[in-house]
């Protein structure tokens, strides 16, 4: 077909005036709104965007965003079971609602300390407060919504005596596992360290050949810290490394410094293991867990007459008010000493 000249063709399909063209820039918007809504993004998306968001970009431990997985999942569990599909139908009630049933427990969960389930709210209330500025909704239904205050707990620290007979119990004589085990548990209490710092350890972040040996420490947030090693530990570390982890490690190639009996890093689970058979050989009663032994390194230090900034930098703690609170319990033992030994104190 021949193609008509420009003008006829314009001439009999003139251009259209901005009133006469279809208004489409309203359905665009509304399109584009939608979009942002929360109709769109379910719950379940709406959440692992959130995961990814704080392990990628905001750089979150594993174990920090594990926790945040579980509790998250949990939340998830109780608006299913309300019903709720979509963002923009949680209220303020709903995450209240989800407060109590987190103190009081359910027939699947058990009731949450104040401690716990003001972490759990934390992991809420973020999720909530992403969702807001990530265009998923326009409410944050979490705001409003305080964790409760957690009870106030004093550390509890060990006796040197229970102390010295857990490390004293550690493995079976004589085993390359018995060897692991005293050097784990001397690195806990002799650095303080946590338990994820310490299973986390490789080879290269100790040096135990100088008179003074030192061992860097992975805390949280990817800090590291370096902390000097006793003698104790030291000499339990050589022994380890010479005689032990040799036969541990067989014919596999891994950075790690504690090994399980197959040659793989040892898990937390294990080295908390360790520590429980460790306790029940010594015959140790009280509740003990690898926390335990940080909170006796601590306390012990200030007993000592450590200063409480020193015991902070050690520990890897952010703020000193954190360390502060070890400072309470040597003054309640200071009380007590006084209570029994002043002549005064006594009853009368």
Excluded: C
């Excluded at 392990?55 to 979150?60: H, R, S, T």
């Excluded at 209240?96 to 949450?112: K, Q, W, Y």
């Excluded at 050589?238 to 040799?246: E, K």
């Excluded at 909170?295 to 930098?313: I, M, P």
């Amino acid at each position: 077909m021949p193609r008509r000249p420009l003008a006829r063709a314009r001439a009999q399909h003139p251009r259209r005036t901005a009133d006469q063209r279809p208004r489409r820039r309203g359905r665009r918007h509304r399109r584009r709104g939608a979009r942002r809504g929360a109709r769109l993004i379910p719950l379940q998306r709406a959440v692992g965007t959130y995961l990814d968001h704080l392990g990628i970009e905001k750089g979150l431990a594993a174990n920090t965003l594990t926790s945040y997985r579980r509790d998250l999942r949990r939340y998830l569990e109780f608006l299913a079971e309300q019903g709720i599909e979509r963002l923009d139908d949680i209220s303020e009630a709903t995450v209240t609602s989800f407060l109590v049933r987190l103190r009081e427990g359910d027939a699947d969960h058990p009731a949450l300390s104040s401690t716990s389930a003001a972490r759990t709210v934390v992991a809420v209330r973020g999720f909530h407060k992403f969702a807001v500025s990530d265009g998923m909704t326009n409410a944050d239904p979490a705001a409003g919504v305080k964790p409760p205050a957690p009870a106030k707990r004093l550390p509890k620290a060990l006796p040197l005596g229970d102390v010295e007979a857990i490390l004293g119990a550690a493995g079976s004589p004589g085993t390359s596992l018995a060897l692991r085990d005293r050097a784990l548990l001397e690195v806990l209490y002799g650095t303080g360290a946590r338990i994820s710092e310490a299973t986390a350890l490789d080879v290269d972040d100790i040096d135990i050949h100088d008179v003074e040996g030192v061992v860097r420490l992975h805390g949280k947030g990817g800090k590291e810290r370096i902390v000097p090693v006793g003698s104790y530990a030291r000499e339990a570390l050589s022994a380890y490394l010479v005689r032990a982890r040799p036969d541990l490690v067989g014919g596999t190639s891994t950075p790690a410094l504690f090994l399980n009996a197959r040659g793989g890093r040892l898990s937390r689970q294990s080295a908390w293991a360790v520590l429980q058979k460790a306790a029940d050989r010594a015959g140790v009663t009280k509740h003990v867990s690898p926390h335990t032994l940080r909170h006796s390194f601590a306390t012990h230090l200030l007993d000592g007459g450590a200063d409480v900034r020193v015991v902070q930098e050690l520990l890897g703690h952010a703020s000193v008010t954190t360390t502060q609170v070890y400072t309470l319990v040597t003054v309640d033992n200071l009380r007590e000493v006084f209570a029994t030994a002043h002549p005064r104190a006594r009853d009368v």
